[in-house]
Nanobody, 124 residues
């Protein structure tokens, strides 16, 4: 069973940056597309961004477009999320996921693999 392990979360002030990583322990067919969701307390899990690992085509939620950049290193089998110009409303648990990306903008149920999450807290 492939495991996805996130790291890189933390606490920053508004305007700061963080880079999240998601290391995969092996390979799964679901990893043809990978990305990130986030969930704030009391809110539903929402899609942030995803990437097709074969052609590196990327997609972003409007709330993060222009501030976040998703990338994938095939050699390291690791997914990244560079987050710049962070805002307090970006505060959430961030989850790495894989598979079913075409459905993600409408909800998380299509994702096939999940990491355990990493906390991002942005203070004003």
């Amino acid at each position: 069973q492939v495991q996805l392990v996130e790291s890189g979360g933390g606490s920053v002030q508004a305007g700061g940056s963080l880079r999240l990583s998601c290391a995969a322990s092996g390979y799964s067919y679901s990893m043809y597309c990978m990305g990130w969701f986030r969930q704030a307390p009391g809110k539903e899990r929402e899609w942030v961004a995803h990437i097709y690992t074969g052609n590196s085509k990327t997609y972003y939620a409007d709330s993060v477009k222009g501030r976040f950049t998703i990338s994938h290193d095939n050699a390291k089998n690791t997914l990244y999320l560079q987050m710049n110009s962070l805002k307090p409303e970006d505060t959430a648990m961030y989850y790495c996921a894989a598979g079913g990306c075409s459905t993600w903008s409408t909800g998380p149920s299509g994702a096939r693999l999940w990491g355990q999450g990493t906390q991002v807290t942005v203070s004003s």
